[in-house]
């Protein structure tokens, strides 16, 4: 009987009051991992109670120990760094390299937020009229509540909670049922760094506890990364609740492929970009727009590197395509690849085909259409998984018009040799991050991650000093003498 996980409340293991448990599965290999509670809005309110008390004090240590703990954290990270990126593969299914990639990503952002005695500072003018100044000061908000998708087990809570910790608020994280492992050793280890108690907390579950977060009045502002419509609802129904909210939603995020680009760089880009992580990433490439009369040459290039990706558990050397999250999602891509066929794209690699997709383990070989069109299903929706859309036009301006189509716009792409064109592109594109000549335009934790449309709900972004300002809240102080 595989072991039922308990919430992190309080600095301590506590089981769920629910009885309802959902199976953690290996994604390569469908073993049952561990079963995750589906926690309710009691248990939520238990971790609030905790996370409320715990700000009482935190809110109140100088700056400079809270960011000695983050020190502390940052080492005992780099210590586990293999651990972590083999719980990684197992819960999630990317391959070992991909991700020991993503713990070196949290470790970016426990980096960035132990700055906070710099990151935290006000600002002061000292005669804003004769005999009067003027001082902005920073504090924390209050409990902070982070609600986190299944791809990015580490680094996406990572992008959340240390800042907002490093801020002085304490948090509550409702991980991915889906990969709910990675988020329970990052407490353990960050508990043994110095942190106190209550601090940081952990509610596994679903619908529930998302919705237990998101009414209860003692947390004072929501994180959010995952699909477009949850990203809506959550954002209109924390604000709703008189909460601050950012929430970062889905992608279809387009590559472009001018005449003049390096095909072969390109062609590298472009494959990692799109069948990395299985697909399963917010920046995945899951369109190329190839521009002029190279798209004969583009898409045999593609097939051809496609052709070599070697497809199998995540967990064994040479592995680059592992198997997507679930069954379910499986079945869901499937159903895409035959609805593309129906539409009349022409599918030029079929992943269906290959033979890791018909074993144990939820896998998909790379797939490929070409001939895509703006008015398909498989060109607007999401599909999150190993398959790509080769769109062709005739001028750059087109391949722009195809992307702003989108509802969507966290990421675009463009390979060209001209800096003109890569003016013209980065001028008229409305996506928020943008790579020139690169696949996977992921900024640094010390930038923000600034989706645009309906990919992100809200004002400011997660990272970098927009986080700053999320986590924290200010004081205006006007004083005569
Ligand atoms: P998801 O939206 O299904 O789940 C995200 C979180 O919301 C999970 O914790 C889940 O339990 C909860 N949730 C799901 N449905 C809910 C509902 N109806 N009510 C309340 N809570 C609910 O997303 P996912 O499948 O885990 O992750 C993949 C998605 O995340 C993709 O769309 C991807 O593009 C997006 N994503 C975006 C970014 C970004 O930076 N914009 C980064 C990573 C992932």
Same mark, same amino acid.
């Given at each position: 009987?595989?072991?039922? *996980?308990?919430?992190?409340?309080?600095?301590?293991?506590?089981?769920?009051?629910?009885? $309802?448990?959902?199976?953690?599965? %290996?994604?390569?290999?469908?073993?049952?991992?561990?079963?995750?509670?589906? =926690?309710?809005?009691?248990? &939520?309110?238990?971790?609030?109670?905790?996370? !409320?008390?715990?700000?009482?004090?935190?809110?109140?240590?100088?700056?400079?120990? +809270?960011?000695?703990?983050?020190?502390?954290?940052?080492?005992?990270?780099?210590?586990?760094?293999?651990?972590?990126?083999?719980?990684?593969? !197992?819960?999630?299914?990317?391959?070992?390299?991909?991700?020991?990639?993503?713990?070196?990503?949290?470790?970016?952002?426990?980096?960035?937020?132990?700055?906070?005695? %710099?990151?935290?500072?006000?600002?002061?003018?000292?005669?804003?009229?004769?005999?009067?100044?003027?001082?902005?000061?920073?504090?924390?908000?209050?409990?902070?509540?982070?609600?986190?998708?299944?791809?990015?087990?580490?680094?996406?809570?990572?992008?959340?909670?240390?800042?907002?910790?490093?801020?002085?608020?304490?948090?509550?994280?409702?991980?991915?049922?889906?990969?709910?492992?990675?988020?329970? +050793?990052?407490?353990?280890?960050?508990?043994?760094?110095?942190?106190?108690?209550?601090?940081?907390?952990?509610?596994?579950?679903?619908?529930?506890?998302?919705?237990?977060?998101?009414?209860?009045?003692?947390?004072?502002?929501?994180?959010?990364? /995952?699909?477009?419509?949850?990203?809506?609802?959550?954002?209109?129904?924390?604000?709703?609740?008189?909460?601050?909210?950012?929430?970062?939603?889905?992608?279809?995020?387009?590559?472009?492929?001018?005449? @003049?680009?390096?095909?072969?760089?390109?062609?590298?880009?472009?494959?990692?970009?799109?069948?990395?992580?299985?697909?399963?990433?917010?920046?995945?490439? =899951?369109?190329?727009?190839?521009? /002029?009369?190279?798209?004969?040459?583009?898409?045999?290039?593609?097939?051809?590197?496609?052709?070599?990706?070697?497809?199998?558990?995540?967990?064994? @050397?040479?592995?680059?395509?592992?198997?997507?999250?679930?069954?379910?999602?499986?079945?869901?891509?499937?159903?895409?690849?035959?609805?593309?066929?129906?539409?009349?794209?022409?599918?030029?690699?079929?992943?269906?085909?290959?033979?890791?997709?018909?074993?144990? /383990?939820?896998?998909?070989?790379?797939?490929?259409?070409?001939?895509?069109?703006?008015?398909?299903?498989?060109?607007? @929706?999401?599909?999150?998984?190993?398959?790509?859309? &080769?769109?062709?036009?005739?001028?750059?301006?087109?391949? &722009?018009?195809?992307?702003?189509? =989108?509802? *969507?716009?966290?990421?675009?792409?463009? #390979?060209?040799?001209?800096?003109?064109?890569?003016?013209?592109?980065?001028?008229?594109?409305?996506?928020?991050? *943008?790579?020139?000549?690169?696949?996977?335009?992921?900024?640094?934790?010390?930038?923000?991650?600034?989706?645009?449309? %309906?990919?992100?709900?809200?004002?400011?972004?997660?990272?970098? $000093?927009?986080?700053?300002? #999320?986590? $924290?809240?200010?004081?205006?102080?006007?004083?005569?003498?």
């Amino acid at each position: 009987m595989a072991e039922i *996980l308990k919430n992190w409340i309080g600095g301590t293991w506590v089981a769920s009051e629910s009885t $309802t448990n959902e199976p953690v599965y %290996n994604p390569a290999t469908e073993e049952v991992l561990a079963l995750v509670p589906i =926690s309710t809005k009691g248990d &939520v309110d238990r971790a609030a109670h905790a996370a !409320k008390a715990a700000f009482e004090t935190w809110s109140r240590t100088p700056v400079p120990r +809270r960011a000695r703990v983050l020190f502390k954290y940052q080492q005992l990270l780099v210590d586990h760094w293999e651990e972590l990126a083999k719980l990684v593969t !197992k819960e999630n299914g990317k391959s070992y390299n991909e991700a020991y990639g993503e713990v070196q990503r949290g470790i970016e952002c426990v980096e960035f937020a132990a700055g906070a005695p %710099n990151l935290m500072m006000g600002k002061q003018l000292p005669d804003i009229a004769s005999n009067l100044e003027s001082g902005m000061y920073r504090y924390p908000v209050g409990v902070v509540g982070g609600i986190t998708p299944f791809n990015f087990p580490m680094m996406v809570p990572c992008w959340m909670f240390p800042l907002a910790i490093a801020c002085g608020n304490t948090f509550i994280l409702k991980p991915s049922e889906r990969t709910p492992l990675l988020a329970g +050793r990052l407490a353990e280890l960050f508990k043994e760094a110095g942190l106190p108690d209550g601090v940081f907390n952990i509610v596994h579950g679903s619908h529930d506890v998302v919705n237990g977060i998101l009414e209860h009045k003692d947390i004072k502002a929501i994180s959010f990364v /995952g699909s477009q419509p949850v990203a809506e609802y959550i954002y209109k129904t924390a604000s709703a609740h008189g909460k601050r909210v950012q929430a970062l939603a889905g992608a279809k995020n387009h590559s472009i492929v001018m005449p @003049d680009a390096d095909l072969d760089g390109s062609v590298k880009e472009i494959i990692n970009a799109a069948f990395g992580s299985a697909g399963e990433r917010c920046m995945a490439c =899951s369109v190329v727009v190839a521009v /002029g009369d190279i798209g004969d040459e583009l898409v045999n290039k593609l097939v051809e590197a496609a052709n070599q990706l070697t497809i199998g558990n995540g967990a064994n @050397d040479g592995v680059f395509l592992g198997p997507v999250i679930r069954g379910a999602h499986k079945e869901r891509t499937l159903k895409y690849i035959e609805i593309g066929e129906n539409e009349g794209a022409l599918l030029i690699r079929d992943g269906r085909k290959d033979a890791a997709s018909s074993g144990e /383990g939820y896998f998909v070989g790379p797939t490929i259409f070409d001939q895509v069109s703006s008015d398909m299903k498989i060109w607007e @929706d999401e599909i999150f998984a190993p398959v790509l859309s &080769v769109v062709r036009v005739p001028t750059l301006e087109e391949a &722009v018009e195809v992307s702003n189509r =989108s509802e *969507l716009g966290n990421g675009a792409c463009l #390979f060209t040799k001209s800096g003109s064109s890569a003016r013209q592109f980065r001028e008229t594109i409305e996506s928020g991050m *943008l790579g020139i000549n690169l696949g996977v335009p992921a900024p640094m934790a010390f930038f923000p991650f600034s989706g645009w449309k %309906n990919s992100f709900y809200g004002d400011l972004h997660a990272n970098g $000093t927009d986080g700053v300002e #999320f986590y $924290t809240r200010k004081k205006m102080v006007t004083a005569r003498w």
